[in-house]
C-alpha cells in the first residue's frame, strides 16, 4: 500500500520508493500539506504548522474570535482565492449570487487501485494507487475532488483537480489550476527554461525571493519561449546532491508556473492553465477537470530528478505500440528539398539513404494541394499529384521496395488564405468578425474548438493516411493563437476557446492515432514550440528544435534533457555550413550530438563525398548498437552548461553498470587550457572498465571507482589524445565493464 489514512491524526500518507507525501486535515477540516520530500520513517510532521498570530492575516470564521489561527500562513493543497489565503492560489471562482469566497474543506476520501483516465485529456497511466480526496465549500456544495495517483517507483505523484458544480446554479471560473507545492522554508532556486524559435529550453535558474516569480504563455500552445516544467531546488542543489522537485504540466496550451516566497519566509509552487484568458461557465451539475500535473521529488540532486522523470515519461507517459519501440533511423527531405522536390527525386534520396541503412524516408511538407511555398495550400490535404504522381501508395510501393518505410508531414490546425479549404469556409478560423486577421509565416489558425472543423481535416487526413502504407506522421503547428473567438460559442464563452482549442488537438489526435496504431506521431512546432508532457501522451517523440546546428543543439538538447526522455528528443544530422547558423562542423560532431536522440538525417545524401557516406553507414551501425543504452540506459549531464560552455559532456550508463557511453563535444578549445575532469557516473565501483574510442581506438583500462572518484580528464587540444580536439571536435567513448 503506498497510500495510508490515518483516522486519528487525520493525516494521509503517500510513500513512495525515496520520498513521502503528506498532508493533513485539519481541526476546521482545511486540507493542509504537510511534506513532500525523503521519507518520515511512519511519523507524521504537523508539528511543522506555523499556528502563530499574524496580524493582517485573517482567521476562517469557524474559528470564532480565535486570533492564531489563519489560512494565510498555512500550506494548503489546493488554495483559493478570496477566502483568507492572500498568496498565489490555485481557484478563483464567482458564485451565482456573485460570492468570491469559497471555503473548501474536507468531505471524504477513498484510495482507488488504478490511475483514473482523465477524460479528453493526456494522463500517466500504469500500475498504482490512487487517492481521491473530495473538498467542499463550507457554504455550497460546489466540490473540488483532488487526485493524487502514486508513482511508487519514480517517487512521482500525478495531481489534479475536478471542480463539480453542484450549486444549484451555474458558476464562474476564472482560474483553474492543477497543483499547489507548499514547502515551509526559504533558500530555494527556480530552474525554468526559457527560449525563442530555434533557441528552446535554455536553462535559467533564479533564487526565489519574496514576491512571486512566473514563467508563462499566452500564445496558445506552451510554446518554444518558455516550457511548462520547473524545478524548485534547494541553493545548494547540484546534480548529485541537494532536494529538488520537479512540476511539470501534461498540458500543450496556455500555462503558469508560479514561485512565491510569502512573508512567513515559505515557498509556494503553483501550475496550471494561465488564468489570462482563460474563463469558464461550469452550469450546476457540470464538472472542470484540470490537467494533470506530475511532481517528482529527488533528495539526491538535479540528475536523480532527471532521471526519474525519464523513466516515469518512457514507460508511464508514452503510449501505444511505439512508446518502447525502437524507432526507425529516418531520411527527412525537408533541408534537403525544402519544397522542390518530386516522386523521382524523393525515390533517388530514398536509394542513397536504403543503401545506407537509413530505414524511413519522412515527406515533409509541400506534397499537397497547391503547396509549393509557405504561403499557401494549408487546409488542403489531398495530394498534388504533379508531385507526387501516381500519389501516395504508388510512392510508398517503391520507397517500400527499397526496404525502407515512408512518412508524411501534416500542420492539421492550420488553414492558408490561398487555400480551397479557406474558399469554402472562410469562417473556419479563429477571427472576430469585423474585425482583423494577423497572420504567422502566412497562415491563420483553425477553429479547433469545432467538431466541424476538426471531422473535416480528419476525413482528409484518413483519406491520404489509408491510401498507403505509412509508418510515421509528423504533426506540425508553426505560428501561434491570435484573434481568439469562435463562432461556435456565445460572447461570455468565448473565455472557454483557448482551453477547448487544446481539446480539440487532443480529440483529433486521440481519433487519428487510434485508427492508425501502427504509425509513429512526430510532434513538432517550428521545431520544439510544443515540447510538453502533454503532447508526449500522444507522441512518442518531438522534433527538439529547427536548430540543426550540432553546437546549438548541445544547449537545446541540454536544456531539453532535464525534464524530458532521450526517446522524445528528434534529433538530425543536416548539412554544413548549417542552414540556421552558417556554422562548420564535421560529419562526425553532427553524429554525435543527434545520436542523442531519435536519430536521423536531414540533408541529401546523395551529395556526400565517399567519406562521408561511409560515416552514414558506420553512425547508423552505432546508433542500433548504442540504441538500448541511450533509450533505456541511465542518462548524467557531466559538466553544467549554464557554469561554463567550452565543453560539453554527458553519458548513458546501463542501470546494471555494465556499460557506458561518454560523449565530449569541444565547443571552445582554449590555449594551454586544461579540460575539466569529469567524473562519470553510474559504474560498478570495483569493476574495470576498458574505454575505446567509436573509432576502435583503446584508451585505457580504469576501475569504475576511479573514473567516478577521480574523474577521467579528456585530454588538452594540444595533446596526443584525443587527437584534434580543436573547436567543434567530438568523441564518443565506449566504457566496457570487463570483470
Ligand atoms: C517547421 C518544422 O519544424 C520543420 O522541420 C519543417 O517541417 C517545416 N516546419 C515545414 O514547413
Not at 473538498?135 to 475532488?145: A, F, G, K, Y
Not at 506540425?476 to 463562432?487: C, E, G, P, Q, Y
Not at 507522441?539 to 553546437?551: E, F, L, V
Not at 534533457?561 to 553532427?590: D, E, K, L
Request: charged share 25%; aromatic share 10%.
Amino acid at each position: 500500500m503506498s497510500i495510508r489514512f490515518d483516522e486519528n491524526k487525520k493525516t494521509f500518507t503517500l510513500e513512495t520508493a525515496h520520498a513521502a507525501y503528506q498532508m493533513m486535515v485539519d481541526r476546521d477540516g482545511f486540507l493542509l500539506h504537510l511534506h513532500f520530500g525523503d521519507k518520515l520513517g511512519g511519523g507524521s510532521c504537523a508539528g511543522l504548522l506555523d499556528t502563530g498570530y499574524m496580524d493582517f492575516s485573517p482567521a476562517p470564521d469557524i474559528e470564532g474570535t480565535y486570533r492564531n489561527y489563519t489560512l494565510d500562513l498555512l500550506p494548503q493543497e489546493y488554495p483559493v482565492f478570496g477566502a483568507g489565503d492572500y498568496r498565489s492560489h490555485c481557484m478563483n471562482v464567482t458564485l451565482a449570487d456573485g460570492a468570491r469566497n469559497p471555503e473548501l474543506v474536507y468531505a471524504s476520501h477513498r484510495i482507488l487501485s488504478e490511475k483514473p483516465v482523465l477524460e479528453g485529456l493526456p494522463g500517466l497511466h500504469g500500475a498504482c494507487e490512487t487517492l481521491e480526496i473530495t473538498l467542499r465549500d463550507r457554504w455550497t456544495d460546489l466540490e473540488v475532488v483532488l487526485l493524487y495517483s502514486v508513482f511508487a517507483e519514480y517517487d512521482a505523484i500525478a495531481r489534479s483537480a475536478r471542480i463539480v458544480n453542484r450549486t444549484g446554479a451555474p458558476i464562474r471560473l476564472h482560474a483553474a489550476l492543477s497543483v499547489c507545492l507548499d514547502v515551509q522554508e526559504s533558500g530555494f532556486d527556480l530552474i525554468h527554461f526559457w527560449g525563442r524559435h530555434v533557441m528552446e529550453r535554455q536553462v535559467e535558474r533564479t533564487p526565489i525571493t519574496h514576491g512571486k516569480i512566473s514563467v508563462d504563455s499566452v500564445r496558445g500552445t506552451s510554446s518554444h519561449q518558455h516550457n511548462p516544467f520547473v524545478i524548485l531546488c534547494d541553493h545548494m542543489a547540484t546534480e548529485d546532491a541537494g532536494r529538488c522537485w520537479g512540476v511539470s504540466l501534461l498540458y500543450s496550451g496556455n500555462f503558469v508556473a508560479c514561485a512565491e516566497e510569502d512573508q512567513s519566509c515559505s515557498c509556494r509552487v503553483t501550475m496550471g492553465i494561465n488564468p489570462t484568458g482563460f474563463e469558464w461557465r461550469l452550469e450546476n451539475g457540470e464538472s472542470f477537470q484540470t490537467p494533470e500535473a506530475a511532481l517528482v521529488y529527488s533528495g539526491e540532486g538535479i540528475g536523480a530528478l532527471s532521471r526519474r522523470y525519464h523513466k516515469l515519461y518512457r514507460r508511464n507517459l508514452c503510449r501505444g505500440e511505439w512508446a518502447l519501440k525502437q524507432r526507425p533511423v529516418l531520411i527527412n527531405n525537408w533541408e534537403a528539398t525544402y519544397f522542390e522536390f518530386d516522386d523521382d527525386k524523393l525515390v533517388r534520396i530514398a536509394e542513397q539513404a536504403s543503401e545506407l541503412g537509413v530505414e524511413m524516408l519522412v515527406v515533409d511538407d509541400g506534397w499537397f494541394g497547391n503547396r509549393f511555398d509557405d504561403n499557401r495550400a494549408l487546409g488542403d490535404w489531398i495530394v498534388n499529384t504533379e508531385k507526387v504522381r501516381g500519389g501516395m501508395g504508388k510512392l510508398c510501393e517503391r520507397i517500400n521496395a527499397l526496404g525502407m518505410k515512408l512518412g508524411l508531414w501534416f500542420e492539421p490546425e492550420m488553414i492558408s488564405e490561398d487555400s480551397e479549404l479557406y474558399r469554402a469556409h472562410p469562417d473556419w478560423c479563429l477571427h472576430a468578425p469585423g474585425r482583423g486577421k494577423s497572420r504567422g509565416r502566412n497562415q491563420l489558425v483553425l477553429d479547433m474548438s469545432r467538431k466541424d472543423v476538426r471531422d473535416c481535416i480528419h476525413d482528409m487526413m484518413y483519406t491520404v493516411l489509408s491510401s498507403a502504407n505509412f509508418a510515421y506522421v509528423k504533426w506540425d503547428m508553426n505560428r501561434h493563437l491570435t484573434d481568439v473567438w469562435s463562432a461556435e460559442l456565445p460572447a461570455d464563452r468565448q473565455g472557454e476557446l483557448y482551453h477547448r482549442f487544446v481539446l480539440g488537438v487532443y480529440e483529433l489526435l486521440e481519433r487519428l492515432e487510434g485508427e492508425f496504431p501502427q504509425i509513429l506521431f512526430e510532434g513538432c512546432s517550428g521545431g520544439g514550440g510544443r515540447f510538453d508532457a502533454g503532447m508526449l501522451y500522444y507522441h512518442p517523440q518531438i522534433w527538439c528544435s529547427d536548430d540543426t546546428d550540432p553546437i546549438e543543439r548541445l544547449e537545446i538538447q541540454y536544456g531539453t534533457s532535464f525534464g524530458y526522455p532521450i526517446s522524445t528528443v528528434g534529433a538530425h544530422v543536416s548539412a554544413s555550413p548549417n542552414h540556421q547558423t552558417g556554422r562548420t562542423t564535421s560529419f562526425h560532431t553532427r553524429g554525435v550530438v543527434a545520436m542523442s536522440g531519435t536519430f536521423g538525417y536531414e540533408l541529401d545524401l546523395r551529395k556526400l563525398s565517399e567519406d562521408e557516406k561511409e560515416q552514414v553507414r558506420a553512425q547508423v551501425k552505432q546508433y542500433h548498437r548504442q540504441y538500448s543504452l541511450i533509450n533505456d540506459g541511465d542518462y548524467y549531464r557531466l559538466l553544467d552548461l549554464t557554469a561554463q560552455k567550452d565543453i560539453s559532456a554527458w553519458e548513458f550508463a546501463a542501470e546494471d553498470g555494465s556499460r557506458a557511453l561518454l560523449n565530449i563535444v569541444y565547443i571552445h578549445v582554449r590555449g594551454n587550457c586544461p579540460p575539466p575532469v569529469l567524473h562519470l557516473r553510474g559504474l560498478t565501483p570495483d569493476a574495470s572498465y576498458r574505454l575505446t574510442e567509436d573509432n576502435g581506438r583503446e584508451i585505457g583500462v580504469w576501475t569504475g571507482a576511479a573514473l567516478m572518484n577521480a574523474g577521467f580528464r579528456p585530454a588538452r587540444s594540444n595533446a596526443c589524445y584525443p587527437a584534434g580536439a580543436t573547436d567543434y571536435a567530438a568523441f564518443q567513448i565506449e566504457l566496457e565493464r570487463i570483470d
